[in-house]
């Protein structure tokens, strides 16, 4: 029988989302297989992370393309593209804490390209008079990524309502980037 990595991957996502120590032991029993079979795929943790990087990267691709970020107003964009990523929200909360995946040369350019196109759309927000001129788009990537990861905690831990994912994370990015008429 034929391994299905894509079951193992996401047998993986969802234990690291919620247990981020978890042995690869744990992994294992989690995706049905043996520790053995685990490690003929992946040689340790590192592999492993790395996989779930790819698997993370391409979610995110996934997630921008299907919000249309070019349509309409830049606000709607953003919105849509919270709704778009919610279900890889755990997986990208987990790789945000895995500081080997971002440091020295061997950075996925996966990352660089979502970062670029999300950075994009907040300065269409800003060319538009949508968002705030003063806060850099780079932050405002910034902050998204660390509501995104906020809010993917919170709901698996019981503290926030998962219909409330997209709403909260919208309104409290908006509302501190939309650009306000001056008295």
Known sequence: ?????????????????????????????????????????????????????????????????????????????VHRLVREIEPAAGLLAFLYTENQLFEGEGQNQGWTRIDDRIAALFRRGQQTGEFRIDLTPAWLTEALYGLLASAAWAVSEGRVAPKDFTHMIVELLLGGARRREEP
Do not use: N, Q, W, Y
């Open 1 to 77: 029988m034929a391994l299905d990595r894509d079951h193992v991957l996401r047998s993986a996502a969802a234990l690291l989302t919620r247990k981020s120590t978890a042995t690869m032991d744990e992994v294992a029993r989690a995706a049905g297989i043996s520790r053995a079979t685990l490690h003929r795929h992946f040689a340790g943790r590192d592999a492993l992370v790395r996989a779930l990087e790819a698997l993370g990267i391409a979610e995110c691709e996934a997630a921008l393309d299907a919000a249309r970020l070019a349509e309409g107003p830049a606000a709607g964009a």
